[in-house]
């Protein structure tokens, strides 16, 4: 009597430990964790803050079908007098990173700012479509980033953030270039994140350094 007893109970027990994998592996996040935006919200580098950015972020992966992810932009904010400095490297989580065609870009925030898998191959767009990068036309390889090469912001009496994402006028960004491609073959021509200034912060002067007011969005979950 004992021995039959026994068995049912191991075997539930047995059954409740393969669901209870099969919920720790479901709600494990998968899929596009990386991808530069299709479009900005429409006024140049004023994103509307931090915040708008997320938004953006979030919307485009949303129409995408990747909307259950936490997304953040990699965009670093001065600090002023009203706000803390942001290094775009904390806001992003910890990786690792794919993006829509399941390519990995990067493992973690070490080797995202080091050597990454980030080109003009396997920089897409939340859609898994490629952008134009130097040579195309239009060439929109500038992507808004106001850091430096190590992901951190930009310290000192200089505007690299565009007023922190919110002008569209004068003022000027940072940006990388997500083809790693420039005018020549130096480290800043190189860079995915910090190449250089833009030459204003409205559309039209984005456009004209070489961009369209892009910028990368990553999965922080």
């Not at 709600?27 to 004023?46: I, N, Q, R, Y």
């Not at 565009?162 to 480290?187: I, P």
């Amino acid at each position: 009597m004992r021995s039959s007893i026994i068995w049912p109970l191991a075997a539930c027990a047995a059954a409740v430990s393969v669901l209870a994998a099969c919920g720790s592996m479901s709600s494990g996040k998968t899929g596009m964790s990386f991808f530069v935006t299709s479009a900005g919200p429409g006024k140049g580098a004023d994103l509307g803050g931090l915040a708008g950015a997320d938004k953006q972020c979030q919307t485009l992966a949303a129409a995408a079908g990747a909307g259950n992810r936490t997304w953040r932009a990699y965009l670093s904010q001065q600090p002023t007098a009203n706000v803390p400095g942001v290094n775009a490297r904390d806001r992003i989580g910890k990786g690792p990173w794919q993006n829509a065609k399941g390519v990995v870009v990067a493992t973690d925030v070490a080797q995202l700012h080091g050597a990454n898998n980030i080109n003009q191959q396997t920089a897409l767009t939340e859609a898994g479509v490629g952008v134009n990068g130097r040579g195309d036309t239009p060439n929109t390889h500038d992507v808004l980033t106001g850091s430096q090469p190590d992901g951190s912001f930009i310290a000192g009496n200089v505007n690299s953030t565009c007023g922190n994402w919110t002008q569209s006028g004068e003022g000027s960004a940072m940006v990388g270039h997500h083809d790693k491609t420039g005018l020549d073959e130096s480290v800043p021509a190189k860079s995915w994140n910090s190449s250089h200034m833009t030459r204003g912060c409205g559309q039209a002067a984005l456009v004209a350094t070489g961009g369209a007011g892009l910028y990368y969005c990553f999965a922080a979950d």
